[in-house]
Antibody
Framework: QVHLQESGPGLVKPSETLSLTCAVS?????????WGWIRQPPGQGLEWIGG???????SYNPSLKSRVTISVDTSKNQFSLHLSSVTATDAAVYYC????????????WGPGTLVTVSS | SYELTQPPSVSVSPGQTASISCSGD??????ASWYQQKPGQSPVVVIY???KRPSGIPERFSGSNSGNTATLTISGTQSMDEADYYC?????????FGGGTKLTVL
């Protein structure tokens, strides 16, 4: 069974960089699939942030592209999100997730981690 | 940018059929998936590739597609089905979510 777990600070100051890591167990990232980050502001809908293939190829939501970097560490079987210059509008539950890729659903989700933006 | 449009809310009586629509220009060419999200929980896929149901998802959940509109249907709706539902499709390598529909079982 594939298991994903997000970790990182729950509080980030405005203008700083939000950094989260997703540890994957039960499946080797090196084996394939597309690994992504999705966020959900309190009381709002889901927003795709971006994703990365095991090869390191990335794709980002155009609305966030200038501030987002997603990377993968196959040796630790984890991938990471960095979102720079955060503001209050970046406060959300952040989920890491897995999908086969285009045309396929997001089949595994982490439990999510709440990130608050405040000084 | 590509958008998926869902009704904000749908109400249904227990035992009746609930239908949630999702419209988008590319749904005629791209598969839709549907997710159920209950409060405080991560989303769970209930339908993928328009009509397929993952193992463990009750048979009362079904999906269809006609032109640019995908539809999630819940037959014999139960109180446990009260949740937010999101449709999802792909735009190249980007995942697109609909705005979500709150299903209320009255």
């Amino acid at each position: 069974q594939v298991h994903l777990q997000e970790s990182g600070p729950g509080l980030v100051k405005p203008s700083e960089t939000l950094s989260l890591t997703c540890a994957v167990s039960g499946y080797s990232i090196s084996s394939g699939h597309y690994w992504g980050w999705i966020r959900q502001p309190p009381g709002q809908g889901l927003e795709w942030i971006g994703g990365i293939y095991q090869s390191g190829s990335t794709s980002y939501n155009p609305s966030l592209k200038s501030r987002v970097t997603i990377s993968v560490d196959t040796s630790k079987n984890q991938f990471s999100l960095h979102l720079s210059s955060v503001t209050a509008t970046d406060a959300a539950v952040y989920y890491c997730a897995r999908t086969v890729g285009t045309g396929h659903p997001v089949d595994y989700w982490g439990p999510g981690t709440l990130v608050t933006v405040s000084s | 940018s590509y958008e998926l449009t869902q009704p904000p809310s749908v109400s249904v009586s227990p035992g009746q059929t609930a239908s949630i629509s999702c419209s988008g220009d590319k749904l005629g060419d791209e598969y839709a998936s549907w997710y159920q999200q209950k409060p405080g929980q991560s989303p769970v896929v209930v339908i993928y590739q328009h009509t397929k149901r993952p193992s463990g998802i009750p048979e009362r959940f079904s999906g269809s597609n006609s032109g640019n509109t995908a539809t999630l249907t819940i037959s014999g709706t139960q109180s446990m089905d009260e949740a937010d539902y999101y449709c999802q499709a792909w735009d190249s390598s980007t995942v697109i979510f609909g705005g979500g529909t709150k299903l209320t079982v009255l």
